[in-house]
T-cell receptor, first 112, second 116 residues
Framework: AQRVTQPEKLLSVFKGAPVELKCNYS??????LFWYVQYSRQRLQLLLR??SRESIKGFTADLNKGETSFHLKKPFAQEEDSAMYYC??????????????FGKGTKLSVIP | GAGVSQSPSNKVTEKGKDVELRCDPI?????LYWYRQSLGQGLEFLIY????????KSGLPSDRFSAERTGGSVSTLTIQRTQQEDSAVYLC??????????????FGPGTRLTVT
């Protein structure tokens, strides 16, 4: 079974402060991890995936297999970062089937 | 190109009525997912279709919920005898999967269901 845990439902930070959204996972194989974001009145969209190892909108996330974590980080928060963030895990379950499991989400609020 | 579309965008129904929600995935996407997003509850998995395989229905909350995917494309989520607790935004997503890997999941705009 695969599981994704986002321990914080709500995270408030001041503009310019560092941000870290926590994500821990449970999966027996080699996972593929994603962060999705939902801005107000917009649809859910992909923010980044770990295999790309890229920085999107100043956000980065490193897969730590030892700690089974995939925390999302940004050094200086901006007001436009306020949104709902979901961590997701894709695991291969055989026969060309990929289960995609989401965490419960963390609402990030950046205080001006 | 066209993204995932869902209809209707909003649906208000009386308790006890049946509703059908429609999802048009991106053409060629082999995987289709339904989720429910309730206020303050995050994203709840409902059902997953993968090609011609039997769907994963493990997330459906009760036997009042069912879904079909016809011809490997359009999907319909049906809720029978709706209850007030069914009020939520229902999201559909599609994804391209191949024998060598799976790709980004694309979400539709959702259907906001209100049961009065």
């Amino acid at each position: 079974a695969q599981r994704v845990t986002q321990p914080e439902k709500l995270l408030s930070v001041f503009k310019g402060a560092p941000v870290e959204l926590k994500c821990n996972y449970s999966y027996s194989g080699s996972p593929e991890l994603f962060w999705y974001v939902q801005y107000s009145r917009q649809r859910l969209q992909l923010l980044l995936r770990h295999i790309s190892r890229e920085s999107i909108k100043g956000f980065t996330a490193d897969l730590n297999k030892g700690e089974t974590s995939f925390h999302l980080k940004k050094p200086f928060a901006q007001e436009e970062d306020s949104a709902m963030y979901y961590c997701a895990l894709s695991g291969y379950s055989g026969a060309g089937s990929y289960q995609l499991t989401f965490g419960k989400g963390t609402k990030l609020s950046v205080i001006p | 190109g066209a993204g995932v579309s869902q209809s209707p965008s909003n649906k208000v129904t009386e308790k006890g009525k049946d509703v059908e929600l429609r999802c048009d995935p991106i053409s060629g996407h082999t995987a289709l997912y339904w989720y429910r997003q309730s206020l303050g509850q995050g994203l709840e998995f409902l059902i997953y279709f993968q090609g011609n395989s039997a769907p994963d229905k493990s997330g459906l909350p009760s036997d009042r919920f069912s879904a079909e995917r016809t011809g490997g494309s359009v999907s319909t989520l049906t809720i029978q005898r709706t209850q007030q607790e069914d009020s939520a935004v229902y999201l559909c997503a599609s994804r391209l999967t191949t024998t060598s890997g799976a790709y980004e999941q694309y979400f539709g705009p959702g259907t906001r269901l209100t049961v009065t």
